[in-house]
């Protein structure tokens, strides 16, 4: 089965090459990727899949029974949107949008599910179940997972499988992490409320600024000492507005920040936490406060059985050389973990970083893939499935 499908996606090649670069050219921002939607919907039923379009608003959906009696379904999740960046590649198929990239690989995360269908609706008597492919929108604010499930995307889903390219690991490698792969997100909105006075008698007043730069402090300095340092937590305060003049003391401040953690014992109690923190900075100094703490996505934890699958499929589809096993999570997050809530799941990295030039990370301008990658990506998704299948 594997030469099958490696001969199968040496043919496609050409076509899907063409088709990331169409996406590259035409990216489409989250919650808007009507164009980029009708193209999936449109390759998909050419491929004989049955298609669901508006699902998660702007979503795919294309299902590919299988020729078993086996009852259950696997999904594979790609991704649609781009983001608000410039590009400033200068490749021939560069962003057409002005201010609209696909700097995060999304263009190709798409192409992979499209190859991956095309690929496996050719083998579909080798495949007992249903294997699903959504193809879901709006990923870079964290909305679309949820959208998608609200649609009736994971019903009846046993597993899942996603994958999202890596500029720091060289094309025509896999990357695969057991447990943690990203870290949960969560949005921070702090409001302290001092009293107003003059700038050359602040013993007159209470500095709204001044205590939110002890708040802010106290919460950095707490994390180390009252958190444990085995499971990381980052808390970023990432703008600050408050007050009126340089000589009236402000009696305001609205602080708007992320919090990050891998383990859900510590995002469970982060709310509070932080709250008390807060509240006793506030009461010292005679200030109220406002915390509001709204949670974004889990972490993606990857399912045991499920990596493995992904691993025995690298393996032997490229050799172990070209496997890398990732020892240490990201602090980014993925909407992903959403899926996880439903079904157990594992995403992989896909290499896509080149070796002789530069690479650029994520959300850079510059952002480039090394094309090459697709077709590991491509052949990895379809036998891991079909190994899926086989052994599960």
């Known amino acids: 089965m594997l ?19 169409h996406f590259h050219a035409h ?9 980029t939607a009708a193209y999936v919907a449109g390759v998909l039923s050419s491929s004989g899949l049955h298609v669901r379009e508006a699902v998660g608003k702007t979503g795919v959906l294309g299902e590919l029974p299988g020729t078993g009696t086996d009852k259950r379904i696997l999904a594979i999740r790609t991704d649609l949107d781009a983001l608000p960046i410039q590009e400033r590649t200068q490749l021939d ?13 999304h263009d190709v995360h798409t192409t992979l599910g ?34 998608m499930v609200q649609d009736g995307a994971m019903e009846g889903v046993e597993a899942i499988f996603g994958v999202h390219v890596f500029p720091s690991i060289p094309a025509r490698h896999v990357g695969i992490r057991y447990g943690a792969l990203t870290a949960a997100a969560d949005d921070l909105e702090i409001i302290i409320q001092g009293e107003s006075g003059h700038g050359a008698r602040p013993h007159e007043a209470i500095d709204a600024i001044w205590i939110a730069a002890q708040v802010i402090t106290n919460l950095q300095q707490a994390i180390s000492r009252t958190q444990n340092p085995l499971h990381p937590i980052v808390l970023t305060i990432g703008k600050i507005e408050g007050g009126r003049a340089s000589n009236v003391i402000a009696d305001r401040v609205r602080m708007l920040g992320t919090v990050r953690s891998l383990y859900p014992e510590s995002h469970a109690n982060l709310p509070q936490w932080i709250e008390n923190i807060t509240a006793q900075v506030c009461q010292t100094y ?53 899926y996880l809530d439903h079904a157990p799941g594992s995403m992989f990295r896909l290499g896509v970083g080149y070796c002789d030039r530069p690479n650029y990370p994520l ?24 190994k899926y299948w086989q052994e599960s």
């Open 27 to 35: 990216p489409e921002l989250s919650g808007e990727e009507y164009q």
């Open 93 to 105: 198929y560069a962003s057409r949008r002005v201010g609209v990239m696909h700097a995060c690989g």
């Open 114 to 147: 499209l190859g991956t269908a095309m690929i496996l609706a050719q083998l579909s008597e080798n495949l007992p179940g249903t294997t699903r492919f959504l193809f879901q929108s709006a990923e870079e604010i964290a909305q679309g997972a949820r959208w």
């Open 286 to 338: 005679g200030a109220k406060y406002e915390v509001n703490y709204r949670r974004g996505v889990p972490s993606v934890q990857n399912d045991l059985s499920l990596t493995q699958i992904l691993e025995a499929a690298s393996r032997e589809a490229w050799g172990s050389d070209r496997v890398k096993i990732i020892t240490e999570p990201s602090l980014g997050s993925e909407d992903f973990s959403v």
């Open 363 to 386: 959300h850079h301008p510059l952002f480039e893939v090394d094309e090459a990658a697709i077709i590991t990506g491509v052949v990895t998704l379809a036998y891991a499935t079909y």
């Open 3 to 21: 030469a099958e499908i490696k001969d199968l996606a040496a043919t496609l090649a050409p076509r899907l090459i063409e088709i990331r670069r």
